[in-house]
Nanobody, 122 residues
């Protein structure tokens, strides 16, 4: 099982920035995609951003132009740079990794990070 450890959340004022990181540990795995979902109280969970093995990125419309997802394949780590933060960005952010074991390539698995709180408030 791939383990994910994420960090970088916190309290920031509107217009500020944060960078989230999500590091995957394990061996003999191939990652298809990594990224973040977020969920705020009373709202549905939404996909914030993702990046595939091939480098294709996807963003929620609400964060396009403000958030940037990137990866360091050598470290199996993905980063989410969040700029121009708004109160509506307040949520628990949880990273995910979709992957398969090289010994069982027919099955795609998903691991989740522990979640990190992002609060945007003045």
């Amino acid at each position: 099982q791939v383990q994910l450890v994420e960090s970088g959340g916190g309290l920031v004022q509107p217009g500020g920035s944060l960078r989230l990181s999500c590091a995957a540990s394990g061996s003999d795995f191939t990652f298809n995609a990594m990224g973040w979902y977020r969920q705020a109280p009373g709202k549905q969970r939404e996909l914030v951003a993702s990046i595939t093995r091939g480098g294709t990125t996807d963003y929620a419309n609400s964060v396009k132009g403000r958030f940037t997802i990137s990866r360091d394949n050598a470290k199996n780590t993905v980063y989410l740079q969040m700029n121009s933060l708004k109160p509506d960005d307040t949520a628990v952010y949880r990273c995910f990794a979709d992957y398969y074991s090289d010994s069982s390539p027919w099955a795609t698995l998903r691991s989740w990070g522990q979640g990190t709180q992002v609060t945007v408030s003045s």
